[in-house]
């Protein structure tokens, strides 16, 4: 990958959320609606608008709420970041405004890339984006000479068979500009869950160990196999995305599934239907019945945040306490306990041992004793344990040493690879487009009041109050060819499912595009969505499908 592609992935804040806000002179957000769906950080970004007149570029095919806020909204057509990017990129390069210092002194690969940015010249970018020439050569005024300039995006970037290319140019932009390393820069996703980076540092990827550490390396695997005291193989192992058609195929046999619902969350529900009715044993875990839990045949009662002690580690790679604050109710338990137990009756039940290591078995008696054995055997971690959490240290990752007060921003006169290397990153299509079939194009994602599949949100009378039911927003011009008015209803076909559900007539989308979420089951999204996967991250394409919607 680019520059941002460390040792400790690019999935995490190079820069603090603070640092953003009280440093940037300009924020760059694409493929993010902050304010629904990041609340705090989308309050504390507005505030810096207001506070110290940060110039906002925000860029998005709908016209969501932190618009309100921007110095420039750009409407690029859904699927076509790319271009936009190397659009920009390109009028950077014509003005002379590119960082050449940081170019030369700490990358390498500009002349490919720059071969390859020189193909995306303003008005071909126009045409394929749909943004005008004079927004193009605007935002890329303020994206290059505000300095410092930070980049923050969502699912709206990687949520396409291109998010990992996406991503890339991105990190092309922040390395042209020299914008990385710095107070106020950086590359900024914000991740969609609250543990989900948490949950990638410690190993919950198919490819890597603990830590970001490679399954395909000979001394990391060695390593993990002397701590644990068993043998372990050298291949990676698939993505959920992978595992439930597989299952489907009858190549997995069993699923242990632990707080997810993918017959909500996943592409093309019916097929996940049909593969969870395929798989021959299904273990679900969860605090909640959800959609799935009728596909399960044994259900294990986890505990909410506030029924356990642990740390979660947030979107800008800061690792913080949650402390149990009630018991948990009835034969519940928290999360790990039951994983231990599971692990030390499949060991018994098969007969089998591990060889004597530091850190062998199951044996746990508290969540410091596994944070302690995360952070020996994972050195972006090596430093932080409970009791200095407890003290109230605020400790990023990396922190390689107990002493270390932590890293708030990555890449601090040099890339963990030395020198960040530039991409040369070409537009590819979406994988599915409209036609004459499906003349449509449909984008999926949240709403302010739910959270995901809607298993605790819809619980919530509330919410439910001021959201009581899925919404597809479509443009006044296609309500008016539709035959629609505010109070119809809509049926939305695509090649693999049909919803219905309540139109709002709203100019937050274009012309030619709706937009669902997937928090409602009876209306869900994800009854259309395509399982088309980025060939690298196997991350579906959620954001773009091709329907056909009529009125009811």
Known sequence: MAGLATSFGSGAMSNSMDDVVENASAIFI?????????????????QAVL?????LVVADPRRI????????????????????????MYIILEKGWEDREFIDNRTEGFEEFKATIEQYPPDKVSQITGVPVEKLYQAAEILACEKPMAVCWAMGITQHIVGVRNVMDLANLQMLTGNMGIPGGGVNPLRGQNNVQGACDMGGLPNVYPGYQNVTSAEARQKFEAAWGVSLPDQVGMTVTEMIPAAGEGKVKALYILGEDPVTSDPDSAHIRHCLDTCEFIVLQE?????????????????????????????ERRVQMVRQAIDPIGEARPDWQITAGLARRILAAGGRTVQPAPYAGWDYSSTAEILAEAAALTPSYAGISHARLERGERLQWPVPSPDHPGTPILHVGKFTRGKGRFMPIDHIPPAEMPDDEFPMLLSTGRVLYHWHGGTMTRRAQGLLEVYSQALVEINPMDAEHLGLNGN?????????????????????????????????????????????????AKIPEYKICAVKVEAV
Do not use: C, Y
């Not at 694409?30 to 507005?46: C, D, K, L, W, Y």
């Not at 076909?493 to 997937?518: C, H, K, L, Y």
């Open 488 to 536: 119809k209803r809509v049926r939305i076909r695509s090649r693999r499912g049909v919803i219905e559900a309540q139109a709002w007539v709203t100019d937050r989308v274009p012309p030619g595009m709706v937009f669902s979420n997937f928090h409602f089951p009876e209306s869900s999204a994800n009854e259309l969505t395509i399982a088309a996967l980025d060939p690298v």
């Open 65 to 88: 709420d932190i618009t309100e806020f921007a110095t420039l909204h750009l409407r690029q057509r859904p699927g076509t970041d790319i271009p936009l990017l190397n659009g920009l």
């Open 51 to 55: 506070r110290r007149g940060v110039k």
């Open 287 to 315: 605090i909640f019945p959800s959609e799935t839990s009728a596909f399960a045949d044994v259900l294990l009662p986890g505990v909410s945040f506030a029924e356990k002690t642990g740390t979660f580690t947030n979107t």
């Open 30 to 46: 694409i493929g993010s609606n902050t304010t629904e769906q990041h609340p705090v950080f989308g309050a504390m970004i507005r």
